[in-house]
């Protein structure tokens, strides 16, 4: 079933507003790439059926 398996903020850590604002093209940019990735690793792993609603890898059951 389609839905939101990951989320990430655009800070790789805690930073003031003012510094935030200031990188806000470097921070977006730097995000994107790492949503970009998840994508494609997502679109590696082999499929799995789901296990008491939740997907888990083999090495986890």
Do not use: K
């Not at 507003?17 to 998840?38: I, Y």
């Not at 789901?50 to 090495?59: H, L, M, N």
């Amino acid at each position: 079933m389609p839905g939101v398996d990951a989320c990430h903020g655009i800070l790789p850590a805690p930073m003031e507003l003012a510094e935030a604002l200031l990188r806000a093209s470097e921070l977006l940019t730097d995000a994107t790439e790492r949503a970009l990735r998840m994508i494609v690793l997502g679109t590696r792993l082999p499929a799995q059926a789901e296990v008491s609603g939740t997907q888990r890898p083999s090495s986890v059951r």
